[in-house]
């Protein structure tokens, strides 16, 4: 199944309707990371829900691509004011993910293989909104750009987008992440230009 976010299509301009204010169009995909990029295979890979009772739902590499893989076309926003339009990914609905998950908390932290930390409000993870992505442009994840598998939330700015992504910790309130703790907005909506508070 193919997903469209925000697909109108067509450019006006220099501009186009796809762009959030203050963004910039870019033809490459940097790379952004505040550490080392680390080496992690697929053998070690693994990712584990954690509710409020410490009960822990996890996936390895196998079970991951078990709960089923889409394709999806989405644009992406960097707060630091790049996006990239219409690329493909593909990765497992984080819908899949929490089919068996119970929990009363609206508030989950990201965690990763590498220490990095966001947090996202968990109504902006479901509804086919976020995915644990394996695939960008029609080839594996390179290591760089979060390989083997990292979390994809097209809609908030990318930072968002945990790479090399490891656990989602439900909290009852919301607690700042690494860039939210250094002044990043919370929620980090593009359309509002949430980008600092
Ligand atoms: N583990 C981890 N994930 C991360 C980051 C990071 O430093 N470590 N940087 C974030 C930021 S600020 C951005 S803009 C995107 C960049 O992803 P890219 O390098 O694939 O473009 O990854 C996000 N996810
Ligand atoms: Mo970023």
């Known amino acids: 199944m193919a997903i469209i976010n925000r697909g109108f299509g067509g450019r006006r301009g220099t501009s186009d309707p796809r762009l959030p204010p203050g963004q910039t ?10 550490g080392p990029t680390p080496d992690i295979s697929t ?3 693994s990712f584990t829900i954690t509710t409020e009772a410490g009960v822990q739902h996890r996936w390895d590499w196998t079970t991951l691509h078990d709960a089923g893989a889409e394709d999806i076309v989405t644009d992406i926003h960097c707060v630091t004011h790049w996006s990239r339009l219409g690329m493909s990914w593909r990765g497992v609905s984080v819908d899949r993910l929490f089919e068996d998950v119970e929990t009363s908390c609206d508030f989950v932290m990201v965690r990763t293989h590498d220490g990095y930390t966001t947090n996202v409000p968990l109504d902006d993870l479901l509804e086919g909104q976020a995915w644990i992505a394996t695939e960008a442009d029609g080839e594996p994840l390179t290591a760089e750009h979060g390989g083997p598998a990292r979390l994809l939330v097209p809609h908030l700015y990318f930072w968002k987008s945990a790479k090399w992504v490891a656990e ?9 992440g690494f860039w939210e703790q250094n002044g990043y907005h919370l929620r980090g909506d593009p359309w509002r230009e949430e980008r600092y508070w």
């Open 25 to 34: 169009l870019v033809d490459d995909w940097p790379v952004l990371t505040a």
């Open 43 to 45: 053998d070690e890979w």
């Open 168 to 176: 989602m910790r439900m909290m009852p309130t919301d607690e700042p």
